[in-house]
């Protein structure tokens, strides 16, 4: 009675029902220790505990050592501190969160625990010992008969000396080791985690060579997971027998933590193209050659053997730069695990295409590559092999558009649509030249030819690499290229579009793979394209030179370069990296500022956003000069293009409408719904069609032709005159509103007879 009256006045009911129920330590064992409830931080801070571990109420628990006398305190407070784990990392940069349970006052040496009761019988070796981690579990073997000894954490056997070394702990010192059997009770955890099941090894080889018979209890773990000695006498029941038959059943192979599955909000951030935009910063990825020497290997039987010299061999490692300049990658300044991203790049592009590794290392994003400077070496080096004599522009305006086209392939993250080139021109006029020189400067720029396979095609267009296709004209006919390949060159112009291809897995069954195609790409042919690919592609009429200068040299032959190629190309990785993110407001100020509009614009829309950036940077001028092309571009596309058949219906509705403007009673005319109309019929329209087609399409003046163009007018939404009588009429209606907002739709030239 006594006793326990003297407990309840230094323990609170909760702190005695947690060592009683939950630890399961007999009243004894409990008044013999000291325990008591601290509820005055003053206390604390007399025992040595700093103030931030000052949190009251709590449970101290007096350290008795092995040598009899008192040691430091340990303290559990009901409401322990959080603190972040600055060791460790997540996704987002933040740290994870630890839950001190434990306090101990700072700067004291580490000590072993010994339950009081159990002190006088460690000197006897006949007395089996058991050894566990933390005072409460130790007292709980000491509740059902056991000598017990507890250490404060699972290394806590070993502390640091007065120089800073490392030392066994001398509180093992007052112990009898030799031929003594001791049993080490660890938490069940110690087959699922590293560090504590390398202590254990540690420790048991340590007591070993101290003499003592050493036996390793292996506790199962309660269905709420981690078990501790004293929680598993408490679950079970069991007393000290069963837990020693424990330690003589096999021991259980080590078993990994159970996955922790977690539903996300959305899919994890994922570098699936080497130069990209992810999660607010952009990343480059790049595959460098690495030397690899082992001065040591290690034999199948555990043998260690000294390599002198060392082994040497050579590898290719991916490498990953960041925006910031912290490189990712096996002897760079972090490893790939650090990276924040997931990385799914199992392709390795062509060397020649990749950022060096002497890029990598002179990367600098205090010091980034100038805009204008590499903008005007690569306009250069157009200009050093491409003669645009005859072309859209004159010479130095065709040079800065190929160059701006060059600079949109590095910033293919920044943009929501892309446009095509068209280089068209007889034999012998450059086409191809002009495909070599803007794929040798692209990102990841490839040459397609027929023989190309379309699994190779596939995952440069998921790579979002620049695709220069020489010889296109069989593109627009599907007999003469395989249908997958021909959806996967005219299908990526938009951010988004996906394209779904079955293919085999490794286990060769079938799935489903959805290709990324958006990237720019390149097409050159003597012919011109069809309407559809027409719409999404600027045309680029080339001529043969005279220009020997030009005629007569290699673009693969880099010493006829103005400028060293590989290092122009790490150049260019440099200043897709740096700039991506700023590309992206630039195609926001094209669409405000350029007077084109809708599917004229997009094809320009790219190359104007650079040009805009560019001429924020420095190069005068130049969003102007290309802005005007672009404009310009749109009146010489009838000459450029071949028209579809709604266009040519266009046309001619608009050359009948100017030839009657001057008219403004005559016939053709018409008061209709407060507005002035153009009175006309679908068959005046089909000889002057058939005029403008002569020489692309090949149509019959027959009745057919003349519905055709009466479906293309009710397409367009215009209007019939009704007769008194409610039936329908031949004769159609357009106002001039109306006439040019369908010219500007489908960039046409309005006559000046309407304007």
């Known amino acids: 009675m006594i ?16 060592l009683r129920e939950g630890s399961g330590i007999g009243d004894e064992v409990v008044a013999a220790r000291g325990y008591r409830t601290i509820t005055d931080e003053a206390e604390l801070l007399r025992l040595g505990f700093a103030l931030n ?12 050592t092995t040598d009899g006398t008192l040691g430091p305190a340990i303290y559990r407070p009901d409401n322990p501190r959080v603190v972040e784990n600055r060791r460790k990392t997540l996704d987002d940069g933040t740290h994870p969160l630890r839950v001190i349970k434990y306090e101990q006052p700072k700067g004291e040496a580490v000590r072993v625990d010994c339950p009081p009761i159990c002190q006088p019988r460690l000197v006897d070796p006949k007395v089996p010992l058991f050894i566990t981690e933390g005072q409460k579990k130790a007292d709980a073997l000491a509740t059902i008969g056991a000598c017990a000894i507890a250490l404060t954490g699972v290394w806590n056997w070993k502390q640091r000396n007065k120089y800073g070394g490392t030392v066994f702990t001398n509180d093992l010192d007052y112990i009898a080791w030799e031929n003594r059997t ?23 080889d340590h007591l070993k060579r101290k003499g003592a018979v050493v036996n390793q209890v292996w506790l199962p773990p309660l269905d709420d997971g981690k078990t501790g000695v004293d929680d598993w006498l408490v679950a079970t029941g069991k007393g000290l027998d069963d837990l020693i038959a424990l330690s003589r059943g096999p021991r259980p192979e080590p078993k990994a933590a159970p996955p922790k599955v977690e539903l996300l909000d959305e899919a994890p951030a994922r570098l699936v193209r080497p130069l990209s935009i992810v999660g607010g910063y952009s990343y480059a990825a790049t595959w460098c050659y690495v030397k690899i020497s082992q001065s040591e290997t290690q034999k199948k039987d555990g043998t260690i053997v000294r390599h002198d010299p ?18 990712f990658g096996e002897g760079a300044d972090m490893p790939l695990e650090k990276l924040p991203v997931e990385v799914y790049l199992p392709e390795v592009p062509v060397a020649d295409r990749l950022l060096s590794a002497k890029g990598m290392r002179a990367y600098d994003p205090m010091n980034p590559p100038q805009p204008a400077v590499i903008f005007q070496q690569v306009k250069e080096v157009v200009n050093r092999f491409i003669d645009f004599d005859h072309s859209l522009a004159e010479q130095d305006t065709m040079a800065e558009l190929i160059a701006c086209f060059i600079l949109a392939t590095w910033f293919l993250d920044a943009f929501t649509v892309t446009g095509y080139l068209w280089p068209n021109g007889d034999r012998g006029s450059g086409k191809t030249q002009l495909l070599q020189v803007v794929t040798e400067l692209s990102y990841l720029g490839h040459v397609v030819h027929a023989s190309g396979s379309f699994a190779a095609l596939r995952d440069l267009a998921d790579y979002g690499a620049t695709l220069a296709f020489d010889d296109a004209e069989d593109l627009s006919d599907p007999r003469s290229t395989s249908p997958d390949k021909r959806v996967l060159l005219l299908a990526g112009t938009r951010r988004g579009t996906t394209i779904p291809f079955k293919e085999k897995d490794a286990d060769q069954n079938w799935g489903t793979r959805h290709v990324n195609p958006f990237s720019f790409r390149l097409f050159s042919a003597i012919h011109l394209p069809d309407h559809v690919l027409a719409s999404r592609t600027i045309i680029v009429p080339l001529t043969r030179t005279p220009d020997r200068y030009r005629a007569n040299v290699d673009p693969l032959e880099y010493s006829q370069w103005p400028h060293d190629r590989k290092q122009l190309i790490d ?16 195609e926001g100020l094209v669409n405000q500022e350029a007077r084109l509009t809708g599917r004229n614009l997009e094809p320009w829309r790219a190359i104007l956003a650079v040009a805009r950036w560019l001429t924020d940077a420095g190069v005068v001028g130049l969003w102007g000069r290309l802005e005007g092309l672009s404009w310009q571009y749109q009146a010489e596309r009838p000459q450029l293009e071949t028209d579809d058949f709604t ?10 409408c100017a030839n009657s403007a001057r008219c403004a009673r005559c016939a053709s005319h018409l008061g209709y719904a407060d507005k002035e109309h ?9 000889d002057l069609v058939f005029e403008l087609a002569a020489e692309e ?20 939404r215009l209007k019939k005159l009704p007769r008194s009588g409610g039936k329908g009429s031949r004769h159609w209606l357009v106002t001039l509103a109306e006439l040019k907002r369908w010219a500007a739709a489908y960039g046409l030239p309005l006559p000046s007879q309407l304007s």
């Open 182 to 204: 001791v049993y080490l009770v660890f938490d069940s955890d110690v087959l699922t985690k590293q560090g504590v099941r390398q202590a254990l090894e540690r420790f048991t």
């Open 571 to 586: 150049d260019l990785w440099c200043l897709g990296l740096h700039y991506l993110p700023v590309l992206r407001a630039c």
């Open 678 to 686: 153009w009175l006309f019929t679908a068959s005046e329209l089909v």
């Open 647 to 656: 266009s040519l219906v266009l046309r001619a509705l608009l050359d009948t």
């Open 310 to 327: 060392p082994l040497q061999r050579f590898e290719k490692r991916l490498f990953v730069l960041r925006q910031d300049g912290v490189t």
């Open 3 to 18: 006793l326990l009256a003297t407990m309840t006045m230094t323990l609170s009911e909760k702190h005695l029902t947690l």
């Open 53 to 64: 571990q000052c949190r009251v109420p709590g449970l101290l628990l007096p350290l008795h």
């Open 697 to 716: 399409l090949t149509l019959s003046l027959d009745r057919q032709t003349t519905v055709k163009i009466g479906l293309t007018l009710a397409k367009l």
